[in-house]
């Protein structure tokens, strides 16, 4: 049984905005799910819909099973959410922030104890307990308000941005917890991010939304390959060479579209042998110095750019 199903989604404001229109997509059970998407792509109207902040104007939300539309008590029972603002309360201590919680959901109070017991355990928040949670770092914070929220034992955990403006230690600490989650308690984590790289590494499947509809959706790998189309890195030895040598290779036969990073070109084509030997054989005609030339796979970024930056509304997608 899928985690949540959704079949042909519309949300519509009363100001005449369709947020959703017509989105479809598939989330399964016990994986971590990234969905990506521009700004204003919809992605905040879905999750305040999904945790039934919203209602949908048209469409159908299965969520483990049920209609989230005729049951969303009991979806509500079943899923947590921890929003970009962390929402422990700095005059409580560690443990009373979760008992609260627990207290919240309606949790007995034998099963809280275990619980919060096992989870100051499995995120490693015991060194902190003796101090106030005032004091602790934006990532602790962060930490423990996720921990707060696993204490109902959610079968879905919603996250909007957990990692957002964290530094690189930081965010390895939560990935590492939003792993513990899924492989240790089977929570399904349904979580929204800007970070390419955070959602490929993470996540079991993505899904790369824009105006209101889904535009692919998949693991990174099938992502990654979804453009069916390699690309050629050409690295130069400066910034200004890499700038002045991109505009050139735009004009060249079999070049789509090219894109600038750390000192090397990006060139998307369409036949990547014929456009390797194009460019390699002008480089050299010209005696141009670079320092490397070679077909590369797409990066999620690159398969995001070209997607999202298309304008294009193509087909419904399934990858997996
Ligand atoms: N309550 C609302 N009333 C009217 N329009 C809204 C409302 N909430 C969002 N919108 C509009 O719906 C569209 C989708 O917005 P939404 O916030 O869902 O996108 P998003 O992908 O979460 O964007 P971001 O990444 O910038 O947060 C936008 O055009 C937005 O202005």
Request: net charge neutral.
């Amino acid at each position: 049984m899928p985690a949540i199903e959704i079949e042909k989604l519309i949300k519509q404001y009363k100001n005449g905005v369709k947020a959703l229109n017509g989105l479809s997509l598939r989330v399964n059970s016990g994986e971590i799910f990234s969905l990506l998407g521009p700004n204003g792509a919809g992605k905040s109207s879905l999750i305040n819909i999904l945790t039934t902040f919203y209602k949908p104007t048209a469409g159908k939300v299965s969520m483990l099973g049920r209609d989230l539309c005729k049951e969303p008590a009991w979806v509500r029972t079943q899923i947590a959410c921890v929003a970009q603002r962390i929402s422990i309360d700095a005059h409580l201590s560690l443990m009373e922030n979760m008992m609260f919680q627990s207290r919240l959901y309606q949790v007995d109070a034998q099963v809280a104890k275990k619980r919060t017991a096992a989870l100051i355990d499995s995120f490693e928040l015991a060194g902190y307990l003796k101090y106030p949670t005032a004091s602790y770092s934006g990532g602790v914070k962060r930490r423990l308000d996720i921990a707060m929220n696993m204490v109902s034992s959610p079968k879905i955990l919603f996250l909007d941005e957990p990692t957002v403006g964290m530094d690189i230690e930081s965010r390895q600490a939560m990935w590492k917890m939003l792993l513990q989650i899924r492989d240790e308690y089977g929570t399904t984590i349904f979580l929204t991010t800007h970070y390419l790289e955070e959602a490929d590494q993470l996540s079991d499947s993505i899904c790369i939304m824009k105006d209101g509809r889904e535009l692919a959706q998949g693991t990174p790998g099938s992502l990654r390959s979804y453009t069916g189309q390699n690309m050629l890195r050409i690295a130069f030895s400066s910034a200004g060479e890499t700038e002045k040598y991109k505009d050139i290779l735009a004009g060249m036969g079999h070049i789509q579209f090219t894109r600038v990073r750390d000192h090397s070109v990006f060139v998307g084509v369409d036949d990547s042998r014929a456009a390797f030997t194009t460019v390699n054989k002008w480089l050299l005609e010209h005696q141009v110095g670079f320092d490397a030339i070679e077909i590369v796979e797409p990066s999620l970024e690159d398969v995001f750019l070209t997607l999202t930056g298309s304008g294009e509304n193509r087909e419904e997608q399934w990858l997996c």
